[in-house]
Nanobody, 116 residues
Framework: QVQVVESGGGLVQPGGSLRLSCAAS????????MGWYRQAPGKQRELVAE???????NYGDSVKGRFTISEDKTKNTVYLQMDSLKPEDTAVYYC??????????WGQGTQVTVSS
């Protein structure tokens, strides 16, 4: 069983930046997909960004060019640097770590609110 814990959410003004962190612990495998999803009120959960153990990165279309995912393998941690934030980025952001093709483990979520 893998556990993931997110941190770093909060309130930020439009155009601002935030950095989210997600640390994994437990039964860690060297093969994985780890990333961020978000869910706004009344909307489905959507992919924000993910990174594979092989270094492949994938971004959701709405965040390309503004968000950057990175990782520290020694800490089993991924980061999401969010720049040029917009009100439509407001959502609960969830971290997920999984073996390819599985549902994996979800964190409890962290709220990001972009508002003036």
């Amino acid at each position: 069983q893998v556990q993931v814990v997110e941190s770093g959410g909060g309130l930020v003004q439009p155009g601002g930046s935030l950095r989210l962190s997600c640390a994994a612990s437990g039964s860690i495998f060297s093969l994985y997909v780890m990333g961020w999803y978000r869910q706004a009120p009344g909307k489905q959960r959507e992919l924000v960004a993910e990174i594979t153990s092989g270094g492949r990165i994938n971004y959701g279309d709405s965040v390309k060019g503004r968000f950057t995912i990175s990782e520290d393998k020694t800490k089993n941690t991924v980061y999401l640097q969010m720049d040029s934030l917009k009100p439509e980025d407001t959502a609960v952001y969830y971290c997920n770590r999984k073996l390819p093709g599985t549902a994996g483990s979800w964190g409890q979520g962290t709220q990001v609110t972009v508002s003036s």
